[in-house]
């Protein structure tokens, strides 16, 4: 069964640095999609990068970066140069087949919290 | 493009009451989910539709719950006899089929059963 990990319920970050939330996934189809997505005190489920299980580069989206490593079923979501407004819950979640449609599974949740 | 739509925000109903939400969903995407999400927890898949059908229910979607989505556009979600245990935020998102079939959401509705 397909299983999203996310081992950091808090992190803190100071203001303009980086940082690294953790995801390791399972499953054991080889096609496949991993996405992060960034919730605000608002509610509303922010889609942030994607990656393919067949993407040979790993994906970035402006200060945003996915770290894939696949032989370690990690997903890792990179924030660079941490900005106030990036203080949320960050989800990583897995779809199975590569380019298709079908359910999210997704995971505990990261609360990331920046200081100024 | 709008983004993903929903109604009610929030709602506030009696334990037994049904209560029925709307999404509407981006303009051409043919794909429609919806979720929910308790406090302190990811969301959860309860079913979705490719254009008008229905293709996946989860078993958390007991025989109280029953969605639609008549034309392929908006979609309902109606939950009848309303329990406690059903308060939660209900998300919805929609996708098409290209690009990596990424699912944006809706802004969700709260529901709380007193």
């Known amino acids: 069964a397909q299983k999203i990990t996310q081992t950091q319920p808090g992190m803190f970050v100071q203001e303009k640095e980086a940082v690294t939330l953790d995801c390791t996934y399972d499953?054991?189809?080889?096609?496949?999609?991993l996405f992060w997505y960034k919730q605000p005190s608002s509610g509303e489920m922010i889609f942030l990068i994607y990656?393919?299980?067949?993407?040979?580069q790993n994906a970035t989206e402006g200060r945003y970066s996915l770290n894939f490593q696949k032989a370690r079923k990690s997903a890792n979501l990179v924030i660079s140069a941490s900005q106030l407004g990036d203080s949320a819950m960050y989800f990583c979640?897995?779809?199975?087949?590569?380019?298709?449609?079908?359910?999210?599974?997704f995971g505990q949740g990261t609360e990331l919290s920046v200081k100024p | 493009d709008t983004g993903v739509s929903q109604d009610p925000r929030h709602k506030i109903t009696k334990r037994g009451q049904n209560v029925t939400f709307r999404c509407d969903p981006i303009?051409?995407?043919?794909?429609l989910y919806w979720y929910r999400q308790t406090l302190g927890q990811g969301p959860e898949f309860l079913t979705y539709?490719?254009?008008?059908?229905?293709?996946?229910k989860s078993r958390l979607l007991s025989d109280r719950f029953s969605a639609e989505r008549p034309k392929g556009s908006f979609s309902t979600l109606e939950i009848q006899r309303t329990e406690q245990g059903d308060s939660a935020m209900y998300l919805c998102?929609?996708?098409?089929?290209?690009?990596?079939?990424?699912?944006?959401f809706g802004a969700g509705t709260r529901l709380s059963v007193l």
């Open positions: 539709f490719q254009n008008e059908a229905q293709l996946e």
């Open positions: 998102a929609s996708s098409l089929d290209a690009g990596g079939n990424i699912q944006y």
């Open positions: 990656q393919g299980s067949y993407d040979e």
């Open positions: 979640a897995m779809r199975e087949g590569y380019n298709q449609g079908g359910k999210l599974i």
């Open positions: 303009s051409e995407h043919n794909r």
């Open positions: 499953t054991s189809d080889q096609s496949y999609g």
